[in-house]
């Protein structure tokens, strides 16, 4: 198992005025799974072409357990690479495709045997050796492609958005099969997403990723739960974010009074955040109740959505059940304390928080 650290990781390309990544410093544990998640042009997939060796940073150093690998090719790393298509060769069967890294490396014909067999059965597609990728859905190519990576006994598994082809229930049994896998070798590896669900259901940890910046990197139920900034908070899916002042646990904003867990923090201006799915509608006042309208009501399968309209702020609720209230009753969103959460102007980093 295989720990890398990357410390004030820079990347610039020509005709782009910001960087790809700027000053990025992160550590992933042996054996662990860590999500790079953000959106398209956020430097997560610069970032895995970096620890594999195929671009080098213009600043910064990384390390496998404490040794950097800038001065080794990406042949010579052992940090494989997965892509969103497979890339098997065609005219190569199954056996082929997987053993390929063996061959190249010299292995025995009894030892490529018994690898491509042990492989197989490991992504669970046993018997199929003599098969031609186009004979094979596309989940099977992404298991074989998987299994060929393996094959070689890599330090480092890289996935570069692996599942993003896939229907959806084909994504979702691959991404069992995946972290299964990765759990069995214990094999440290790096997972590029752009889909949050993905990254809080497969990893140990999370990198959030914006515009070439570490925003977080959090374990997948802190992330969710308590994001540290409001770019963070944002990505992940939080929309409601209410500054105002803060002193005696109370914060004074310009909907009302809300009772926080201010938890020792100063006297002064703050922004306390709150998730769409913790926040509930009312017919009367309660604690931590504001007066809103209700503008819309969309009904999303597993859940309804209301967009709501306090003052003069928007603001988004999740609910498990309709509200219904009598016709011209009076609607209020309660704000749980419980749930109610500080979060850091961008600007200002949050304290450190240990691994």
């Known amino acids: 198992m295989t720990r890398i650290a990357l410390t004030g990781i820079t990347r610039s390309y020509l005709r782009r005025a910001p960087p790809a990544l700027a000053h990025v410093s992160l550590a992933v544990e042996p054996g662990t799974l860590l999500a790079l998640l953000g959106a398209s042009g956020s430097g997560k997939s610069t970032l895995l072409k970096l620890v594999a060796g195929v671009e080098a940073p213009d600043q910064g150093d990384i390390a496998f357990d404490g040794r950097s690998v800038l001065p080794v090719p990406a042949h010579r790393r052992r940090a494989v690479l997965v892509f969103q298509n497979a890339y098997l060769f065609p005219f190569l069967s199954v056996a082929e495709n997987i053993a390929f890294g063996l061959r190249v490396q010299g292995a025995s014909r009894a030892t490529m045997q018994a690898e491509v067999r042990r492989m197989l059965d490991l992504v ?21 492609a998987l299994a060929r990576a393996l094959a070689i006994r890599p330090r480092v598994l890289l996935l570069d958005e692996p599942f993003s082809s896939l229907d959806s229930a084909v994504r979702h049994t ?12 214990g094999i440290t590896t790096l997972l590029v ?26 374990t997948p139920q802190r992330l969710f739960a308590r994001p540290p900034t409001r770019r963070a908070a944002h990505l992940m899916g939080v929309t409601t974010c209410l500054r105002g002042e803060l002193a005696g646990g109370q914060l004074r904003t310009s909907l009302g009074v809300l009772a926080v867990d201010a938890d020792g923090a100063p006297a002064g201006l703050a922004t306390y955040a709150i998730r769409p799915e913790h926040m509930r509608l009312a017919c009367a006042p309660e604690p931590n109740a504001l007066p809103v309208r209700v503008l819309a009501e969309t009904f999303r399968g597993e859940r309804y959505e ?27 969103v309660v704000l749980p304390t419980e749930h109610l959460f500080p979060v850091c102007d961008d600007a200002v980093a949050p304290p450190a928080r240990p691994a």
């Open 124 to 144: 669970e597609l046993p018997g199929i050796e003599r098969k031609r990728p186009a004979q094979l859905s596309g989940g099977e190519q992404q298991r074989v």
């Open 193 to 218: 997403t752009h889909d949050r669900g993905e990254a809080l259901a497969m990893a140990d940890r999370v990198a959030l990723l914006d515009r070439g910046a570490l925003l977080a990197h959090e």
């Open 306 to 332: 209301y967009l709501l309209q306090a003052g003069d702020e928007t603001l988004r609720v999740h609910a498990f059940q309709p509200f219904t209230a009598p016709a011209d009753a009076p609607a209020y």
């Open 174 to 185: 691959l991404q069992e099969a995946v972290r299964r896998i990765q759990r069995e070798l």
